[in-house]
């Protein structure tokens, strides 16, 4: 890709949200200043970022398809604090006003929205941005498609994440599958912690290396990993309803 391809930001709306709101002294105008330093936060990302194109994605109201598959996916997260939920519509409209748009799904994840966005611009000759802290989007990252974090103030290469978890991208569904994820009320494998689902991995899934115990946990519950892969894989096929030209930033 040449200094002049398109550069989509994408904004995982939330996670930014989330943790800038708990940095904020929480009295009467904390929405007020949560749009301001928020939209300060993105204006200068977009502009470091060179962003032809850009826009935040919120998850979906209703409940999607891995509460379905898995009826206690994310059941013990707790809600947004009210001020912050009785905000949202203010902060997207703020950002809009500054030309940000935002994607608002009926039921998708904005985490399966962004892959599939992601995915979608690069078949277009785009350069992808993701700002996310959120480690899923591991699996997605390419030479087309990069992750930064806005609060570390650094990109999240395939390489940060081989050096901290010794897993190669094909193998993080399984990796995560097996160890569970307990903001998402993914339990994993019994006894499965980081050390032992790695090693399991990198042995070919050959459960006579697993100690007894652990050996025992596999027989009873390996059923499950399916399940749990598929939970913890990104959907990049969702119906979008818009085209890129839609998402062009003009600050």
Wanted: aromatic fraction near 8%.
């Amino acid at each position: 890709m040449s200094q002049t391809t398109p550069v989509l930001v994408l904004i995982d709306a939330m996670n930014l949200l989330r943790r800038t709101y708990a940095a904020i002294e929480h009295t009467d105008d904390a929405i007020e200043r949560l749009k301001i330093q928020s939209l300060k936060q993105l204006h200068r990302l977009l502009q470091q970022q060179h962003a032809s194109h850009a826009v935040a994605v919120f998850d979906g109201l209703q409940p999607g398809w891995r509460h379905q598959l898995w009826p206690s996916y994310k059941a013990s997260r707790k809600p947004l604090p009210a001020t912050l939920a009785d905000g949202l519509d203010e902060v997207q409209e703020y950002w809009l006003q500054a030309g940000i748009d935002s994607v608002l799904p009926q039921s998708d994840e904005a985490d399966d929205v962004i892959a599939t966005l992601a995915v979608k611009a690069t078949k277009h000759q785009v350069m992808v941005h993701i700002v996310s802290t959120d480690q899923g989007f591991y699996q997605l990252l390419n030479e087309h498609i990069h992750q930064y974090d806005c609060f570390a103030k650094q990109w999240l290469t395939p390489e940060h994440y081989q050096q901290k978890f010794g897993i190669h991208q094909q193998q993080w569904p399984k990796y995560k599958a097996l160890t569970g994820e307990s903001s998402s009320d993914i339990p994993g494998i019994s006894g499965f912690g980081p050390a032992t689902a790695k090693a399991f991995i990198l042995n070919d899934d050959d459960p006579t290396t697993l100690a007894p115990a652990k050996q025992k946990s596999w027989q009873q519950e390996q059923h499950l990993v399916a399940i749990f892969q598929q939970l913890v894989t990104l959907n990049t096929e969702c119906e979008l309803g818009f085209k890129l030209s839609d998402l062009r930033y003009t600050p």
